[in-house]
């Protein structure tokens, strides 16, 4: 004999949160709506909260990326103009072999 599955209820599938999830059979559906209503206004506004949260530590970020972007563009070209100077210097004075020491 083999058996079939079990046919998926009309619920099956569907998760509710605990904060929607109520003993109807003791409310008027009127208050279980709202009741139901309430909860997810109020997940709602906690998510529009993080939400605002992310968005201002995302706006920190980007700031915080562009300032350090300036001074690495600072950095680079004091870098660039250390290693022009050093080259001028070394093209420019004489080298310790071509001086002559100072006995002869």
Known sequence: MTTRPKAPSTNEGVTMNSD???????MSPE????ARLEALES??????????????AVATQERRLAQ???INTLMQEKLSDQQRALQ??????PSAQDEVPPHY
């Not at 208050?31 to 709202?34: E, I, R, S, T």
């Not at 997940?43 to 201002?56: F, M, P, S, V």
């Not at 001028?88 to 004075?93: D, I, K, Q, S």
């Open 20 to 26: 929607t999830q109520r003993d109807d059979s003791s």
């Open 31 to 34: 208050n279980a709506l709202a």
């Open 43 to 56: 997940r709602i506004a906690y998510q529009e909260h993080w939400l605002d949260t992310l968005d201002e």
């Open 68 to 70: 350090l972007e300036r």
């Open 88 to 93: 001028e210097a070394e093209m420019g004075a």
